[in-house]
């Protein structure tokens, strides 16, 4: 009788699970197990908003494993001791593992190859579509610039999506404790799990993405990332089902899933570009730290990047034309370090995945992947273009709400500004010299 010990890491899904699919098929019983590892507090990855989603996910992962005769055996301590305890309490013969591309990643694989050797196996293409160094150009060991990784990310195609198990085998006598529930920082946190993230899928119109996407009052995205970050879903399964549709909008959904795999292929062949420039530019970023808490609380004045902001605090999640623009603000039009607004992100962003945050500000800053590293998205400007009604200001700056239409994104100009809104921390008279200082070209 031969048992497969599968550690679920950012694959908390039964459907299309390479890690579960290849112990249930490569042994006669399966222990699904979820480890709480102190390191990830003390590496700084433990942001309530993800520990509560979590949480979630593990809750319903266990519900699910359950449902097909199985359970989910949940500890807490070092991994690769908890993991060892858990093989000679069980006699578990093999360790099943999901191959991650961060650096905490892959020290965690390393420790557990040091220990376990050849009973390890670590299976790619379950965090992300295709795995990073899948696709490389001559000469290189990842692509630098997003379209030529594109073609050949699609050109390279994706292995075949996985049935969820109809039934497990679980032995008996591997206990393991209760789900710790933690209260999340924004109240509006999504749920978390799989079936959460299943229906959130099914029930999202993909057609229309390509024609909505950017409209921020529409609301219109999938909001399918944390449930992609977690693993509750398989960015493999949805892009299959994407490509398949084949229609404008499900191809251009398809393209930004292609620039979540490029971002993890950069950070695999680049692991110093989660703290580092990845094309440094010599930088003498502004300090000012008022300004830097005015841009986290939503109180710079600028009506757009106020919204962003408090929807982050509130939700633990932005649009994604959110996040450029403020973004932008803080790293070209305040011109402050990229790390510091990368930090603020990842401490409430529900889906706060090292390479995706990390990389994307960089690519705002200048400092990453861009072509055009000057490109500075001028809040104003954008909020016209992809906000004109106002109504995502309105939506989460209350002090705002009575001011109707497009006037809303400058209220200064108002013969009696609202009084409980802070003036624009740059003053718009010294908005183009402040983008010159951030060597800046406005759009």
């Known amino acids: 009788m031969t048992l497969a010990l599968v550690l679920f890491t950012q694959d908390l899904r039964l459907h299309d699970n390479p890690v579960l699919h290849a112990a249930a098929t490569g042994a006669d019983q399966v222990l699904p197990v979820f480890v709480l590892d102190p390191a990830v507090k003390r590496a700084g990855f433990a942001a309530p908003n993800r520990l509560a989603f979590l949480g979630d996910c593990l809750a319903d992962l266990d519900d699910s494993l359950r449902a097909v005769g199985s359970r989910l055996v949940v500890r807490q301590g070092p991994l690769v001791s908890t993991v060892a305890h858990l093989l000679a309490e069980s006699g578990a013969d093999s360790v099943h593992l999901a191959g991650g591309v961060s650096g905490f990643a892959r020290r965690r694989e390393g420790a557990l190859r040091d220990r376990f050797g050849r009973r390890l196996t670590v299976h790619q293409a379950s965090v992300t579509a295709l795995p990073p160094g899948a696709v490389t150009p001559a000469g290189r060991d990842h692509y630098a ?127 110093r570009a989660a703290r580092t420039d990845y094309r440094p530019r010599a930088d003498h970023w502004h300090q000012d730290g008022q300004e830097a808490e005015a841009w986290r609380a939503g109180r710079t004045g600028f009506p757009v990047v106020d919204a962003a902001m408090r929807q982050l605090a509130q939700e633990g999640w932005m649009h994604n034309r959110a996040r450029l623009i403020a973004a932008s603000f803080f790293a070209k039009s305040l011109y402050h370090d990229w790390r510091i607004g990368a930090a603020h992100f990842l401490s409430l962003l529900v889906d706060g995945d090292v390479a995706n945050n990390q990389l994307n ?30 109504n995502y200001v309105r939506r989460w700056v209350p002090e705002l709400r009575e001011i109707t239409g497009a006037a809303v994104h400058r209220p200064w100009k108002l013969a009696q500004p609202p009084a409980a809104y802070p003036a624009p921390i740059i003053p718009p008279e010294d908005y183009a010299a402040r983008l010159r200082a951030g060597r800046g070209l406005d759009e």
């Open 361 to 390: 500000w960089q690519w705002m800053a200048g400092t990453g992947n861009d072509t055009r590293p000057n490109r500075v998205l001028n809040p104003l400007i954008q909020a016209d273009r992809f906000d004109p009604s106002g």
């Open 145 to 271: 610039v997003f379209t030529p990784y594109l073609r050949a990310w699609l050109d390279h195609g994706h292995r075949p999506v996985l049935p969820a198990p109809r039934a497990l085998r679980t032995p008996d006598g591997v206990s393991g404790i209760a789900v710790p529930r933690v209260q999340p920082t924004s109240p509006l946190l999504p749920t978390g799990g799989e079936s959460t993230g299943r229906k959130l899928w099914r029930g999202w119109d993909v057609d229309q993405y390509e024609e909505v996407h950017d409209d921020l009052a529409a609301d219109a995205t999938s909001r399918l990332s944390p449930y992609l970050h977690f693993g509750c879903l398989s960015a493999t399964e949805v892009v299959d089902t994407a490509l398949r549709r084949g229609t404008p909008g499900a191809q251009a959904f398809v393209r930004q899933l292609g620039w979540r795999d490029f971002h993890h292929q950069v950070l695999a062949a680049r692991p």
